[in-house]
């Protein structure tokens, strides 16, 4: 099995319905950088979102995240982003 079928059983398996992978589908899922990294305001390399800051990242966290932080069970030390080639 290729990689391309591969991920055409994952979007099956995902979705519970077959549907056909594209070229740019399987390129955007090894190369999601390619037109540059997310940002969000205020987030940045060396933060540290703890208990006293972690309302402001609410947005970008999921909800179980977001509620360990928040009970200050948890913080999170952010690092750089990075894509392996």
Same mark, same amino acid.
């Given at each position: ?7 055409v059983l994952v979007v099956v398996a995902a979705t ?28 940045? &390399? @060396? %933060?540290?979102?703890?208990?006293? *800051? ?5 947005? +970008?966290?999921? &909800? @179980? %995240?977001?509620?360990?932080?928040? *009970? ?5 030390? +952010? ?7």
């Amino acid at each position: 099995m290729n990689m391309r079928h591969f991920l055409v059983l994952v979007v099956v398996a995902a979705t519970g319905a077959a549907q056909a992978a594209t070229d740019a589908d399987v390129e955007r899922s090894f190369n999601p950088y390619k037109d540059g990294f997310p940002t969000f305001p205020g987030l940045s &390399a @060396g %933060l540290t979102i703890n208990k006293s *800051n972690v309302e402001q990242f609410k947005d +970008v966290m999921d &909800a @179980g %995240l977001y509620l360990t932080v928040k *009970n200050g069970w948890d913080e999170l030390h +952010v690092g750089p982003t990075t894509q392996f080639e």
